[in-house]
């Protein structure tokens, strides 16, 4: 039975979330202090994406800007701003940040990794202290970053695909290849 390339996209897809979640674990496992397993899975996932040909340029502008999100959350840290006003102000600063380094299509991710490392509760998995708290979400979003970026360069290294056009897409392509 042969699959339609809407088709082999999705499970191609689904393929690399499974990888995602299940390699996530393992790592959780050997880094138990230092990876919460909760924010390297999202990390992942926000990494990976269903496009075809364009799946690692993607999933390297969005571990750009989830480097910019933890990094503006670390200087939100620092800045002892009180929530919710930490995390407007970490949106605001990460969302500049991206926009002048065009990097907008990362835009969601820079956000979540901006709000994993602010979010804090004391005495929650990795450390009792903020920093410690900061410092396992850190390495979480690092590794879950890097995990996604290596599970899209093994998929589209094993499967070449092309994406197939959405419905919304198609009248846009037909004028431009009449154009």
């Not at 909760?38 to 390297?60: C, N, Q, R």
């Amino acid at each position: 039975m042969k699959l339609s390339a809407r088709n082999k996209t999705l499970a191609i897809y689904a393929a690399k979330c499974v990888a995602g979640v299940l390699l996530c674990f393992p790592i959780y496992m050997f880094l138990n202090a230092w990876v919460d397993y909760t924010w390297s899975l999202i990390s992942v996932i926000l990494v990976l994406s269903p496009e075809g040909k364009d799946a690692l340029d993607l999933a390297l502008t969005r571990i750009k800007a989830n480097f910019i999100g933890a990094g503006t959350g670390v200087l939100i840290l620092l800045l002892h701003l009180p929530s919710p006003w930490n995390l407007a102000a970490g949106a605001i600063i990460s969302l500049f940040i991206c926009d002048r380094l065009n990097l907008n299509a990362g835009a969601r991710s820079t956000l979540a990794a901006m709000i994993i490392i602010l979010l804090h509760q004391e005495g929650s998995t990795g450390g009792a202290h903020l920093w410690d708290s900061a410092l396992s979400r850190i390495v979480a979003v690092v590794s879950g970053c890097l995990l996604g970026l290596l599970i899209t360069y093994v998929f589209h290294s094993i499967f070449k695909f092309t994406t197939p056009v959405s419905a919304s897409e198609a009248p846009k392509k037909e004028k431009e290849r009449e154009g």
